[in-house]
């Protein structure tokens, strides 16, 4: 299982940026998908994930409202949208996947910097 994210940046507060996590190796309908990030200081932390068939998404209360998860399968994509950007989003956004669980991902990719600037 291998995941390239992309599309991290330096934004203002209020802003938005789309995350974006290519899946290759594996069969990308078939897991389910996600995003969790780290700031500097803290633990690792949960921020939204996606099923596989049917695309029911979670997300963190933090970000709910303000965030989108969605996954293109026939691309092995699974994209973030995030809007109205706040400066305690600024962290590295990991995209993970998982065949078995939506809550304990064992495939993380390298991870791509957010910075929001207030």
């Known amino acids: 299982v291998q995941l390239q994210a992309s599309g991290g940046g330096l934004v203002q507060a209020g802003g938005s940026l789309r995350l974006s996590c290519k899946g290759s190796?594996?069969?990308?309908?078939?897991?389910?998908v996600g995003w969790f990030r780290q700031a500097p200081g803290k633990e690792r932390e949960f921020v939204a994930a996606i099923r596989r068939v049917g695309g029911r998404a979670d997300y963190a209360d933090s970000v709910k409202g303000r965030f989108t998860i969605s996954r293109d399968d026939a691309n092995a994509m699974v994209h973030l949208q995030m809007n109205n950007l706040k400066p305690d989003d600024t962290a590295v956004y990991y995209c993970?996947?998982?065949?078995?669980?939506?809550?304990?991902?064992?495939?993380w990719g390298q991870g791509t910097q957010v910075t929001v600037s207030s």
């Open positions: 993970v996947a998982d065949y078995y669980s939506m809550t304990n991902f064992r495939s």
């Open positions: 190796g594996f069969v990308f309908r078939n897991f389910f």
